[in-house]
C-alpha cells in the first residue's frame, strides 16, 4: 500500500483529487494535511471521511515538525496547499508568501529527509505572465505579474533546484484554470453562478476582453493522477484544454445556462495588473496519453446543476467572498 501525503486536500482541487484517487487506485492511502483555512473546507470530503484508506489531519504545511511525522513512510506528497486567489494577494501578499514559498519549502525539505518516491507540486498557468499570441510551454519563461502568481512561480523555482541539487523526484503540473463542484463561490464561475442563482448581477472586469483556458475539474485531476504515476521525474507539465476563450464570451455561456440575459452583467473596473491572455501548449502532457473529457458547455451544465443542487454548501460561504476595494 503507498502512503501519499495530500496537503491543502480540503479545497476545491484538492478535494475532488482525493476522491477521485480513493476510487480509482486501490493500492495508496491518502492522509489529508490542511490548515483548514477560509477556502478549505472538510465538508467537500464528508462522503469519504470514514473511508479506510483516507485521513485527515489539521495543520500547516509549515509546520515542520507535523510535516515530518507525516512524510515519514510515505511514498509521495503531492502539494495543493496554497492561498489561491489573486484579488487577495493584491490586497495582502504575506501570507501568499509564507504559505506558497515557505510551506513548499518546508515540504521539500522534509520529502528530501524523509527520502520520498515522488513530489508533486501543483502549479498554474499564471506562472507564465499574459501572452499577446502563442502558446506557453513547459520551457517558455516564467513572467509572473502579480504577487499570487510570482508566489506559485518562485515555489516552481524552489522544486526544480531540489531535482537539480539533491535529485529529489520532483514534477510540476501547471493547469490552467479549473472550475467544478465544490469551488469557493469567490472564483469567477461559482460566484456568477450563485449570483445569478440569488437573482444579482455578475461583475465582470473591464470589457471582458481577458482571455482564459478552461478545465473541468474531473479532468484536471485524471491529469495530474496521470502525472503522478506516468510523468518524467524533474519535468513540468502543462494541463488545460488549450483553447483560452475571453470572459465576456464565458459570462455569455454562464449566463444560457442559468437561463438570464445579459442585463445581469454589470461591468465594474478591471483588476490592477490583470494578465491579457493564458494559453498553453498541452502537446506534452497529451503525449503522456491525457484527453479532457468533458467540453466546456457541458462542464458548465454539470457545474450549474452541482450549485443548483448544493445550496445549503454555499450559502453560508457567500460571507466571506472577498472583493478588491
Ligand atoms: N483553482 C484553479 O483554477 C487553479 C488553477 C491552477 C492551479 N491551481 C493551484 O491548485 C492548488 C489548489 O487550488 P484550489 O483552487 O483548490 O485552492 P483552494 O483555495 O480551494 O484550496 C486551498 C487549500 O489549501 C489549504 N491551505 C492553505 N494554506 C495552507 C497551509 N499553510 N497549510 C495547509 N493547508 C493550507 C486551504 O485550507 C485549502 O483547503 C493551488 O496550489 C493553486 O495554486 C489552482
Not at 492561498?83 to 506558497?100: C, G, M, P, Y
Not at 515557505?102 to 528530501?112: F, M, N, P, V, Y
Request: charged share 25%.
Amino acid at each position: 500500500m503507498r502512503k501519499i501525503l495530500v496537503t491543502g486536500g480540503c479545497g476545491f482541487i484538492g478535494s475532488n483529487f482525493i476522491r477521485f484517487m480513493l476510487n480509482k487506485r486501490r493500492d495508496i492511502m491518502i492522509v489529508n494535511l490542511d490548515k483548514l483555512t477560509y477556502s478549505g473546507n472538510p465538508a467537500n470530503l464528508r462522503d469519504v471521511q470514514s473511508h479506510p484508506r483516507y485521513r485527515f489531519i489539521k495543520g500547516d504545511i509549515c509546520d515542520r515538525a507535523k510535516v515530518d511525522r507525516l512524510t515519514k513512510g510515505s511514498w509521495g506528497i503531492v502539494n495543493f496547499s496554497a492561498e489561491t486567489h489573486v484579488d487577495r494577494s493584491i490586497q495582502n501578499a504575506d501570507v501568499f508568501l509564507k504559505t506558497n514559498i515557505l510551506g513548499a519549502h518546508t515540504l521539500l525539505e522534509s520529502a528530501r529527509t524523509n527520502r520520498v518516491k515522488r513530489f508533486l507540486q501543483i502549479s498554474t498557468d499564471e506562472v507564465y505572465g499574459s501572452l499577446r499570441r502563442g502558446e506557453a510551454g513547459e520551457g517558455s519563461p516564467l513572467r509572473p505579474n502579480n504577487p499570487y502568481s510570482a508566489s506559485k512561480a518562485a515555489a516552481d523555482g524552489l522544486v526544480r533546484s531540489y531535482f537539480v541539487t539533491f535529485c529529489l523526484p520532483v514534477l510540476i503540473a501547471r493547469s490552467s484554470n479549473n472550475f467544478g463542484p465544490f469551488q469557493f463561490p469567490e472564483k469567477v464561475i461559482p460566484l456568477f453562478v450563485t449570483n445569478l442563482m440569488e437573482g444579482k448581477k455578475v461583475p465582470l472586469y473591464g470589457r471582458g476582453e481577458h482571455q482564459r483556458d478552461w478545465i473541468f475539474v474531473l479532468d484536471n485531476v485524471r491529469a495530474l493522477e496521470l502525472i503522478l504515476h506516468r510523468g518524467k521525474i524533474g519535468e513540468i507539465y502543462n494541463v488545460g484544454q488549450g483553447h483560452p476563450i475571453s470572459n465576456l464570451e464565458l459570462t455569455k455561456k454562464i449566463l444560457k445556462v442559468c437561463g438570464a440575459g445579459e442585463e445581469f452583467i454589470r461591468h465594474v473596473k478591471d483588476r490592477p495588473g490583470h494578465d491579457f491572455r493564458y494559453s498553453l501548449n498541452v502537446g506534452k502532457v497529451r503525449r503522456l496519453g491525457f484527453r479532457p473529457r468533458f467540453q466546456l458547455e457541458e462542464a458548465l451544465r454539470l457545474t450549474v446543476d452541482w450549485y443548483r443542487q448544493n445550496k445549503a454548501w454555499w450559502r453560508p460561504l457567500k460571507k466571506d467572498v472577498f472583493t478588491l476595494k
